[in-house]
Nanobody
Framework: QVQLVESGGGLVQAGGSLNLSCAGS????????MGWFRQAPGKEREFVAA????????YYANSVKGRFTISRDNAKNTMYLQMNSLKPEDTAVYYC????????????????????WGLGTQVTVSS
């Protein structure tokens, strides 16, 4: 089993920054591809960013490209999401997820592809 715990959320003004962390524990979590998703009230969970096990491949949703940066430190079993130039529409609960399967490379945007999930951290951006 893999346990994931998000942290770093909070309230920030538009234009501000936050850095989310996702700490993993359990079997081989540092060998898994990982991703960030978010869910706003009344909306479906959506893809934000993803990173392969080594960090050599990263992907972003168009809505965050150029503003958010995903990274990971496998020695610390931790993944990060640096969020800059935040907008009110970025307000959501942010979830991290991990996927041990090779199908991730073609399905990294798909919620159902991920096997392990954290409980989420709230990000609120005020206008």
């Amino acid at each position: 089993q893999v346990q994931l715990v998000e942290s770093g959320g909070g309230l920030v003004q538009a234009g501000g920054s936050l850095n989310l962390s996702c700490a993993g524990s359990g079997r081989s979590s540092s060998n898994y591809a990982m991703g960030w998703f978010r869910q706003a009230p009344g909306k479906e969970r959506e893809f934000v960013a993803a990173i392969n096990w080594s960090g050599s491949m990263t992907y972003y949703a168009n809505s965050v490209k150029g503003r958010f940066t995903i990274s990971r430190d496998n020695a610390k079993n931790t993944m990060y999401l640096q969020m800059n130039s935040l907008k009110p529409e970025d307000t959501a609960v942010y979830y991290c997820a991990a996927d041990p399967r090779s199908t991730w490379y073609t399905r990294y945007r798909v919620v159902d592809e991920y096997v392990y999930w954290g409980l989420g951290t709230q990000v609120t951006v005020s206008s």
